[in-house]
């Protein structure tokens, strides 16, 4: 994981070094290191929140890990924080563009599929 994350920041290029960190935070996930999985999947998130483009599949699965592992942490009540900014976000109240996370429901955030436009399109 060390050796992906420094070569992504070799490149420079943000995507790789918010790939390298999402998926440090998925094997932190698989190890059941909450913790460390919710700080890297944070710091992912917001690599591609703000750094990025046309990443919406990438920050929906940061913002997945994230949100999973705060409750296995026992963390709730952070849980019960980032959850409604998250789906207002995915709902395109500030874009105007809907997410992938748009169909979720407030317990439901293991079981959510994108959302349809119109033209009966799948995506971002």
């Not at 420079?12 to 935070?25: I, M, N, R, S």
């Not at 994230?66 to 395109?92: I, N, S, T, Y």
């Amino acid at each position: 994981m060390e050796q992906s994350k420094a070569l992504a920041e070799r490149t420079g290029d943000p995507h790789a070094l918010g790939l390298a960190t999402l998926w440090a935070g998925g094997a932190a996930w698989l190890r059941g290191d909450w913790k460390i999985c919710t700080d890297l999947t944070r710091q992912a998130e917001l690599i591609f929140r703000q750094q990025c483009v046309g990443v919406a599949n990438e920050r929906v699965t940061s913002e997945v890990f994230m949100l999973a592992a705060l409750v296995w942490m026992g963390e709730l009540h952070k849980h019960e924080e980032l959850f409604p900014q998250l789906l207002q976000e995915a709902r395109g109240a500030a874009t105007g563009t809907p997410k992938p996370l748009s169909s979720c429901s407030r317990t439901g955030i293991y079981s959510c599929s994108p959302p349809t436009s119109p033209k009966g399109r799948t995506g971002n």
